[in-house]
């Protein structure tokens, strides 16, 4: 099936009038549930065209708060949202009250962001019975996000009865990585009962972005070797070859590699029980300091990066030092997945820091030069949207692409329904 082109909005087709097609022009609701926040998009799958988002957050807690935006308009609803059930309502309410009319708009498919696939999910699957159960199996693999996950799927199976539900996983993408990248150096009791092994994530943002740069560098996906840079809050690194992924900075859980905004990457496993000989720490305390209090947050006292950013320019050294540590980290990761590549033809920065901050672009790409990669000062710091911020000459070209995991999925969720 051939791939979608974001520039023209080609439709996921493989011939007027057929399965894959009918699918394509039909939006997919694209609900990312969390914990306590369910983000969710009506997007059409073939073009890439939303047609409306949403966010409802501070579920659980006193008052909740829900953003519909269409149209460029946002309408805001303060009230309690107790639960996934009450958020679900509030969404149907927003499409009621603001539309689209979601009987008019007639969604082919409810498409879920799931984070963990485990071993078991390859790619995106229908949900049923059998499929439900095996994600709660997954949760200890999980635990911060497959719980969310999985309330929102379960209450979206009631409210949308009639419409096929399937689940994209952020780890599907990286399940090609070759038994060399995945595997870790530990007891094989431990790789064999209990699937311990690097998964990867951010799967569907690699893939998207890793497909616009084949795209924007002109050449077929199957030839073109990248190293995409997804930082956001949470942030990793992936060597993808023809398509493919074959290494991520990303492992077991999304605490490793790069430094992100509260968790801090690559660690010496040593730490834990050095931790708790010297203070005491419990697991349980350990586990929080990882996931909530460390990376960005740790070193400049903001999780935030444009926070940081305005500290290291009035001069904060702690800020300063946080930078370095970020840009170091990630020169390191994009000298090792480039070597892992063999041959590397780009270089894609994606998702809200990597899209926005040409200081840190800038401060990895001046240190890239043993790739062959040149930038393009200018072009790096004007970039809007997707951009190629390398010089014309350089021999290894460096992109802004911005990412679309909403699209991605609602992609995903229309191939999935056309192949059955
Ligand atoms: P998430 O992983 O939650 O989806 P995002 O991809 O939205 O996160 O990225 C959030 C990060 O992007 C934050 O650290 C934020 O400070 C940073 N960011 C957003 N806009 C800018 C900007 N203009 N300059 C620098 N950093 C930015």
């Known amino acids: 099936m051939s791939m979608p082109d974001a520039q023209d909005g080609a439709p996921v087709t493989d011939g007027a009038g057929s399965p894959a097609e009918a699918a394509g022009q039909r939006p997919v609701l694209v609900i990312n549930a969390g914990s306590s926040s369910l983000k969710y998009q009506l997007v059409v799958a073939g073009s890439g065209t939303s047609l409306a988002t949403g966010l409802i957050e501070r579920i659980g807690l006193d008052e909740g708060r829900a953003t519909h935006t269409v149209d460029g308009q946002g309408h805001v609803l303060e009230q ?154 949470g942030a990793s690194a992936c060597a993808v070859e023809g398509g493919r992924s074959v290494d991520t900075s990303m492992g077991l859980s999304p605490l490793g590699g790069l430094v992100m905004g509260t968790r801090p990457g690559d660690l010496d496993p040593g730490l834990p029980a050095h931790m708790s000989r010297v203070s005491g720490m419990t697991l349980p305390e350990f586990d929080h300091a990882l996931n909530k209090e460390s990376g960005l947050k740790a070193l400049a006292g903001s999780s935030d990066f444009r926070e940081v950013m305005d500290l290291r320019d009035s001069g904060d050294p702690d800020a300063e030092l946080a930078f370095d540590v970020v840009v170091h980290r990630l020169v390191r990761h994009l000298g090792a997945l480039a070597l892992v590549l063999g041959r590397l033809d780009a270089v894609a920065f994606t998702a809200g820091i990597g899209e926005n901050s040409p200081e840190l672009r800038a401060a990895v790409l001046g240190r890239a030069g043993l790739l062959g990669v040149e930038l393009d000062e200018q072009a790096n710091a004007g970039a809007r949207g997707e951009t190629r911020i390398s010089t014309p000459d350089s021999a290894v070209a460096a992109f802004v692409v911005p990412t679309n995991e909403e699209w991605e999925i609602a992609l995903e969720a229309a191939r999935l329904l056309a192949n059955h």
């Open 80 to 233: 309690e949202i107790p639960d996934h059930t009450a958020a679900f309502e509030v969404l149907t309410a927003q499409f009621r009250d603001h539309g689209p009319d979601l009987q008019e708009a007639a969604p082919v498919a409810i498409g879920h962001r799931v984070v963990h696939g485990g071993a078991k999910f390859a790619s995106t699957v229908l949900i049923d019975d059998e499929v439900l159960k095996t994600l709660r199996r997954l949760v200890p693999l999980a635990p911060l996000h497959n719980p969310g996950n999985i309330a929102g799927i379960e209450v979206a199976l009631e409210t949308f009865p009639d419409l096929p539900q399937v689940a994209v996983f952020d780890t599907a993408f990286h399940q090609s990585m070759p038994p060399a990248a995945y595997t870790y150096a530990i007891p094989l009791s431990w790789r064999q009962t209990f699937n311990i092994r690097s998964y990867g994530f951010h799967g569907t943002s690699h893939s998207y972005v890793s497909r616009r740069t084949a795209e924007l560098l002109g050449t077929p996906l199957e030839e073109t070797n990248v190293v995409v840079l997804h930082l956001g809050n």
